[in-house]
């Protein structure tokens, strides 16, 4: 069962404008939420989190937003750089530790 | 502080052998998470385990794979009789006791001829 969607596979931008990924989830017991980046041949690394208390987290350049009602959540990356370019994952959290992770959007960053 | 350490990074089997994947945990963690991403897909979750303890299994297949996280050492999945179909990139995370992130390591490629 795919309680995490991301239902575009790839992204394309211009370098200095502003990046939306879009994921969505079905379950209503996710209480953290979470962005990873994965180059090619790594790992995913952490990126930014938002709890599900808040509706908005942003560090730097990166900003998470997340819609409950509407079991959403989005990561805009803003201005947008070639090395912006990698798959990214969102994640979902509850009981704890368990987590679930959708597809992953390939986001390409044009120069 | 070394990361999340995982080996081999490439692993070739032909069917029916046994794959065996190791993963050494960052120092502090005591959870871990496998999890298998098959081409042109995103990561599934497969297992849970804490040191000597299976927490959550349910991503993992009914036959041919189990894992174990030792008291002493690495965390080890094992895929018996491996076929086409388990080829992947399997890569393992941690985390301390309590926490929101998992680190992950650069993962196993693993290639069933």
């Known amino acids: 069962d795919q309680q995490v969607k991301q239902n575009s596979p790839s992204l394309s931008v211009q370098e200095g404008r502003i990046s939306i990924l879009n994921c969505d989830y079905t379950n209503s017991m996710f209480d953290y939420f979470l962005w990873y980046k994965k180059y090619p041949a790594e790992g995913p690394t952490f990126l930014i989190s938002?709890?599900?208390?808040?509706d908005k987290n942003e560090d730097g350049r990166f900003t998470v937003f997340l819609n409950k009602s509407a079991k959403h959540l989005s990561l805009h990356i803003v201005p947008s750089q070639p090395g912006d370019s990698a798959v990214y994952f969102c994640a979902a959290r509850y009981n704890n530790n368990d987590m679930r992770f959708g597809a992953g959007t390939r986001l390409t960053v044009k120069p | 502080n070394a990361g999340v350490m995982q080996n081999p990074r490439h692993l070739v089997r032909r069917r029916g052998q046994e794959a065996r994947l190791r993963c050494s945990p960052m120092k502090g963690h005591s959870h871990v998470y496998w999890y298998r991403q098959l081409p042109e897909e995103g990561l599934k979750f497969m297992v849970y385990?804490?040191?000597?303890?299976?927490?959550?299994e349910s991503g993992m297949p009914k036959e041919r794979f189990s894992a174990e996280f030792p008291k002493e050492g690495p965390s080890i999945l094992r895929i018996q009789q491996v076929v086409r179909g388990d080829s992947a990139a399997y890569f393992c995370a941690s985390s301390p006791v309590v926490a929101y992130e998992q680190y992950f390591g650069p993962g196993t490629r693993l290639t069933v001829t």
């Open positions: 385990l804490q040191k000597e303890n299976i927490i959550d």
């Open positions: 938002i709890s599900s208390i808040k």
